[in-house]
């Protein structure tokens, strides 16, 4: 629990309210490189309002990803490459000096796939 805890306050701290981390959808995959868990969920605004709900699905052991387990993912035609490339790592300077500004890293992975297809 506690480490949910640290996830999710550097999640506050650093990523927008609107985690539109993804081009087409809520969902996110979000790796957390200190204990090797990933995060399967997604964000969608609650009815009638401007709140945000997120929604951790699961929570995966780093590469123990499967199409069952992968929520919304599972769908996707390019369910593998999107397992292989999380769009938000957390992190910290002892893993990697690109840690040392912000802990949370951010790609968009459709923007990635979109280049290969």
């Known amino acids: 629990?506690?480490?949910?805890?640290?996830?999710?306050?550097?999640l506050e701290d650093?990523?927008?309210s609107?985690?539109?981390?993804?081009?087409?959808?809520?969902d996110f995959l979000i790796l957390d490189l200190a204990i090797g868990i990933t995060l399967?969920?997604?964000?969608r605004r609650k009815d009638m309002s401007a709140d945000i709900i997120k929604v951790v699905n699961t929570a995966l052991l780093a590469g123990g990803f499967s199409k069952a387990k992968l929520g919304k993912h599972a769908g996707s035609a390019h369910l593998f490459e999107i397992a292989k490339r999380p769009n938000l790592f957390i992190g910290n300077e002892?893993?990697?000096?690109?840690f040392k500004v912000s802990p949370v890293l951010a790609r968009q992975y459709e923007r990635l796939l979109i280049k290969q297809y």
Request: charged share 30%; with cysteine; aromatic share 12%.
């Open 94 to 98: 002892r893993i990697h000096e690109i």
């Open 40 to 43: 399967v969920g997604d964000q």
């Open 18 to 26: 609107d985690w539109r981390l993804t081009r087409f959808t809520g």
């Open 1 to 10: 629990m506690a480490e949910f805890e640290r996830i999710c306050e550097n």
């Open 14 to 16: 650093y990523v927008p």
